[in-house]
């Protein structure tokens, strides 16, 4: 009875350490992403990017992201499926928001500046490789933890993508690669959207 007590108490506590672990992560993650969307959308603006704004909104989802995914995370199961389902609704609005942008932007036909793509675009990769490098760690606790993960991976794919967008404008001089990544990084969105739901849906019913 003492060993089976002390055995529940221990693995409480371990539960208990991981989530103030995560939780500090996830804010200096959060802190990260809201400075980040300030600073590229304002470029984004200013450059007449599809690709960079397209980013920015992306950090500005990932911000929303981890602050939900901060509150589920001393709550039940059911809460953090409700969470990782929250922000795969999240992702899902991007995606669409990115492609009404890349609609708007086929119509106006001007090339971005590609300089403050390349700055801004690097900027960006840089943070979210801190973001991702501490999150990893994190991706198998629970559907919450990796869906946070999974956002922070598209992040990284999606930096990638304004920097070739960027070199492909000064290339041609032509808004289309602009166009082009903005178009390819909205199917990333919605692809990963449909993902964390399928996977958040289930556990959302069983609990």
């Not at 108490?9 to 672990?21: F, G, P």
């Not at 086929?106 to 700055?119: A, N, Y």
Request: hydrophobic letters at 55%; glycine letters at 6%; aromatic letters at 6%.
């Amino acid at each position: 009875m003492s060993a089976d007590c002390c055995s529940a108490k221990s693995t409480e506590l371990e539960k208990l350490a991981r989530q103030r672990e995560q939780r500090r992560v996830l804010v200096v993650v959060l802190a990260i992403n809201a400075v980040m969307f300030v600073l590229e959308f304002g470029a984004g603006v200013i450059a007449g990017s599809t690709a960079l704004m397209a980013d920015a909104s992306d950090m500005l989802g990932d911000a929303v992201v981890y602050a939900v995914s901060i509150y589920a995370l001393a709550r039940s199961e059911r809460w953090k499926a409700g969470a990782a389902m929250l922000k795969g609704v999240v992702i899902l609005c991007l995606g669409l928001g990115i492609a009404v942008n890349v609609a708007l932007k086929i119509e106006s036909g001007v090339p971005p500046s590609s300089t403050l793509m390349v700055g801004f675009g690097t900027l960006a990769l840089a943070a979210n490789l801190v973001c991702f490098r501490l999150l990893t760690r994190f991706r198998h606790q629970d559907v919450n933890m990796a869906s946070t993960w999974e956002c922070s991976r598209n992040d990284l794919i999606n930096n990638c993508g304004v920097l070739l967008a960027a070199a492909l404008v000064w290339w041609f001089a032509s808004p289309w690669p602009d166009i082009a990544i903005g178009g390819v990084m909205a199917l990333i969105f919605l692809r990963s959207a449909v993902r964390v739901i399928a996977d958040a849906a289930p556990q959302l019913r069983a609990t």
